[in-house]
């Protein structure tokens, strides 16, 4: 290959390209006529500054020229080269500044650079394959300027936008208009994103900047929902979006959407694939698996357990220029780089605009995207009332902070992870298990009993202030056959919660219809309480949740911001849902790790995206062969560790004693004394077959009947920034706040020394004057700290401004409080049974307001249903206004 020469590479490589594009390869004759040729691509075509190698000749005009290099020269700097040839170009009706054609390309035959020369903004890029000549064709037809300015003038005005979604499709815009083609937008999990993107799209289509728009995703059930969010968006009023423009999916199955849901999607007629025409406006949304499918067939996909491959999916010719726009949903997935490889070929072989989304931006989608052109992130939507911030309870457990310790003679069970019989041993020394080997070697029912049994006292407490269960979501470690850390939750959870088996129920790739399971955990009252590892980790939407558990150890920094991004969303079943609580079940270390979380996530894909056979034929084809010897040094080790005896015994045939661990030590020598000889072994293609399937021992896994977990919890409260304080810190906190803020905050004022000028003003200041602090004093985390505290639970504001402010003040509950003050007003010593019935309105409200005014009487329903104001005040004779100020002030003293 380092001798081919350029016409070999034209040959060879660039002509089998333009064929495969349509072009017709003909030799420049002198004198052709032109208008005689369409759809060629004219060798040696002569211009007023040397031949360029080819000219694309459409409807008997030159629209591009294309300079071609041997193979091993880089064809970027070679534009500059096709630039010269495009100001040569004489007789054409062409001419951008003068560049007499709109299109150039420079290849070596492996890498085609293009630029569009229209407009000095564009920017020259890499494009997987050479355009049609219809690609060509519409290229020239397309007014993207009038249709920018058709966008830029269109104010968005959509009535369900809200102000960030807007201020999102206003940055993605801006940065078409300024001739960026990729893009990240950076949108915390649960602010819309989709939806963003659907009344983005529509503006797209409508203004002609793009026509053709593929919607990819990762998984079947996201695409059911983005399918879903587009049929159903309200693009004009009284107009869906579908009744608009067609909207195309992929074949989906019944379990993908709702047992009563009445939806039958579109599939995408193959030719709108293969045979884009100008005229056509349409949304494809589709997984990226199969997209990769069609473009390069079965081999080149990657999948899991919890995404099984479409059976249906084929290889297919798709040109380049089959879509406009791609966005790509929950662009930062692809956790290997290996996926992340076949992800970037998938995206790479289309010339279109792509805007990735995601919540959590990494360094790898920064590296593809290039920049975010806007973020919102979590703090700014809970600042702005559009997410629900989360409380932190660490729970401390022995064996999950040091691990377990067997004593001798202590007896363990032992499962075999093949067939799932257990038998029973006896330790006969002592041996120390650490954290990471608890529930992948070794397991503790004891442990799993007892934390979720702490949880279970969050969850009465919950449950007896909200009137309901919180929905509660479990991640445990793995989800194995027979050793199952998911299965063994979902039973005890049964047992400690004792409300049946639908009460609990787990949701993993491994469970029949899991789709339809989430629905349920979403939609109904059970489950409750839901055990998965990760299918439910991202991309799933379960407003209600309240509770998360993480019982799994969590390194990836974009894992556990996704897994967090569960539960804030505000509840559909409740809408009081001002917080969700994480439970951190490793002593809140995982909270104090994830902590210093930035907004670009530094963590690379994981490794091994190379198989052992290629590395060895790097190290014969001598391509960075120290690195490349190491690589394999290690690999080699970590097959001595993993083998067992069968294997050792067949890897004697190969190397001495079958100690793989020595000849791997060794080999670094003897491939510098001896290449070719060690090389020969290595390439053995019997060798290389055992180091990719050698036997494995049995795996097992020990059931420590006998380990007693301690465990113990500490509710965590978090400010602001994100820090998190023990319940006693952050009431001395509160108590220094108030004792500093009186002339700064008149509610406090009132309620220490005016208690006469009580109300719902005062009230609704202190409330959100408290809230609005770095600390956050919501009522919901005071009222968390006074329990953990004073064993006092549903403290009311009021006690606690006052008990903040002088210790002896004793902390009242609401109705407390509320009985305290009637007992000591006594106004009555009779009462009509009219009276008697507005009184108990009027207490209920207070209970839950703690102050009343005449407009509330016209406003609040249990008031106004009854006649409000005006029979209220005739029914206490008119002296309701007195009324009013001696129970504000009553409650208030």
């Known amino acids: 290959m380092t001798s081919e020469s350029e016409r070999v590479t034209r040959k060879k490589r660039i002509d089998p390209q333009l064929k495969a594009a349509g072009w017709v390869i003909t030799p420049y004759q002198t004198g052709m006529d032109l208008s005689r040729c369409n759809r060629y691509a004219l060798e040696e075509f002569p211009t007023g500054n040397g031949p360029a190698d080819y000219a694309l000749c459409l409807d008997g005009k030159i629209v591009a020229v294309i300079e071609a290099k041997k193979v091993t020269l880089g064809p970027q700097n070679v534009l500059t080269q096709a630039e010269r040839y495009a100001t040569g170009i004489s007789g054409g009706p062409f001419n951008y500044s003068g560049f007499r054609v709109p299109f150039i390309y420079s290849t070596n035959g492996e890498i085609i650079w293009y630029h569009d020369l229209r407009n000095p903004l564009n920017r020259s890029r890499t494009v997987a394959k050479f355009h049609t000549p219809d690609a060509l064709a519409e290229r020239l037809k397309e007014k993207f300027e009038a249709s920018c300015q058709r966008l830029l003038e269109w104010e968005n005005t959509h009535p369900m936008i809200r102000p960030y979604q807007a201020e999102a499709n206003a940055a993605i815009e801006q940065a078409i208009r300024d001739r960026k083609r990729q893009m990240l937008v950076a949108m915390a999990t649960g602010t819309g994103k989709t939806y963003t993107m659907v009344n983005e799209t529509f503006r797209l289509m409508e203004s002609g900047v793009a026509k053709r728009i593929l919607f990819l995703v990762d998984r079947r059930a996201l695409a059911a929902q983005a399918v879903k969010a587009f049929s159903s968006f309200e693009a004009r009023p009284g107009l869906k979006f579908d009744k608009s423009y067609e909207v195309y999916s992929q074949r989906f199955f019944r379990e993908d959407f709702e047992e009563d849901e009445k939806f039958d999607p579109k599939v995408l007629p193959s030719n709108y694939l293969l045979e884009p025409k100008p005229g056509l406006a349409f949304v494809y949304v589709c997984t990226i698996q199969r997209m990769t499918i069609n473009l390069f067939g079965r081999s080149a996909v990657f999948g899991s357990d919890d995404e099984p491959i479409d059976e249906d999916a084929e290889q297919m010719d798709i040109p380049i220029h089959a ?68 409380d932190a309870v660490a729970l401390d457990s022995n064996v999950r902070m040091n691990g377990i310790f067997l004593q001798a003679g202590e007896q363990v069970g032992v499962i075999d992870a093949a067939k799932g019989t257990q038998s029973f041993d006896t330790m006969e020394d002592e041996r120390q298990f650490d954290t990471a080997e608890v529930e992948r070697s070794i397991t503790s029912p004891d442990s799993n009993r007892k934390i979720l049994a702490e949880i279970r006292k969050y969850a009465e407490v919950h449950e007896q202030r909200f009137g309901r269960f919180p929905k509660t979501l479990i991640f445990a470690v793995n989800d194995l056959s027979h050793t199952s850390h998911a299965d063994q939750l979902v039973d005890i959870a049964r047992d400690v919660f004792g409300k049946g088996d639908s009460f609990v129920q787990k949701i993993t790739g491994k469970v029949d219809r899991p789709l ?19 299918m439910l980790s991202t991309g799933v939407d379960i407003p209600d949740l309240e509770f998360i558990v993480f019982l799994r150890p969590v390194k990836s920094r974009i894992l556990f911001e996704q897994m967090l991004g569960r539960g804030t969303r505000k509840g559909e079943r409740c809408p009081d849902k001002s917080h969700f609580v994480v439970f951190d079940c490793f002593g809140g270390t995982l909270l104090d790790y994830f902590r210093q979380a930035t907004g670009i996530t530094a963590e690379p894909p994981e490794k091994e995206t190379r198989s052992i056979v290629q590395v060895i034929k790097d190290i014969w084809d001598n391509r960075e062969r120290d690195y490349n010897t190491k690589v394999l040094v290690r690999r080699l080790q970590r097959i001595d560790k993993e083998m067992g005896g069968e294997a ?35 390439r053995n293609p019997a060798f290389q077959d055992l180091l990719l399937h050698y036997p494995r021992p049995p795996r097992s896994i020990l059931v420590a009947y006998e380990n007693v977990d301690t465990v113990s919890s500490r509710y965590l409260i978090r400010d602001s920034a994100g820090h998190e304080y023990k319940p006693e810190d952050y009431l001395l906190a509160f108590s220094q706040f108030v004792k500093e803020n009186p002339e700064h905050i008149d509610a406090i004022r009132i309620l220490l020394d005016r208690p006469k000028d009580w109300g719902t003003d005062a009230l609704f200041e202190l409330k959100q004057k408290l809230a609005a602090t770095r600390y956050r004093f919501t009522v919901e985390n005071l009222q968390m700290a006074h329990k953990v505290r004073y064993d006092k639970a549903l403290v009311d504001i009021i006690s606690m401004v006052k008990h903040a402010a002088r210790e002896d003040e004793p902390l009242y509950t609401a109705e407390e409080r509320i009985q305290r003050a009637f007992d000591r007003m006594a106004l009555f010593s009779s009462l009509t049974a009219e009276q008697q019935q507005w009184l108990d309105r009027i207490r209920a409200h207070l209970i839950a307001n703690l102050s009343i005014s005449k407009d509330d009487f016209d406003i609040i329903p249990i008031f106004a249903n009854e006649g409000g104001w005006g029979i209220a005040n005739r029914v206490f004779n008119g002296d309701l206004p007195a009324l009013i100020r001696q129970w504000n002030e009553t409650i208030a003293a």
Request: with cysteine.
């Open 516 to 534: 339809q399971h989430i629905r349920e955990f979403r939609n109904r009252p059970m489950p409750a309480v839901v055990v998965t590892v990760d």
């Open 648 to 682: 050792r015994d067949l890897f004697a045939a190969y190397v001495p004693l079958g100690d793989l661990k020595r000849y791997a030590s060794d080999l670094p020598h003897t491939i510098r004394q001896d290449f070719t000889g060690t090389m020969t072994l290595l």
């Open 323 to 390: 879509f406009d726009l791609i966005i790509a949903d929950e662009c930062h997935r692809g956790y290997t780089a290996a996926e992340q490889s076949v992800w970037r070929k998938t995206l790479d072989h289309f010339d279109a605009i792509k805007i990735g989304l995601t919540a959590t931006p990494a360094a790898h989608t920064m590296a593809y995207f290039r920049e975010i052109v806007y973020r919102y992130d979590y703090a700014r939507a809970v600042r702005e009332g559009f997410l629900v911030d989360y």
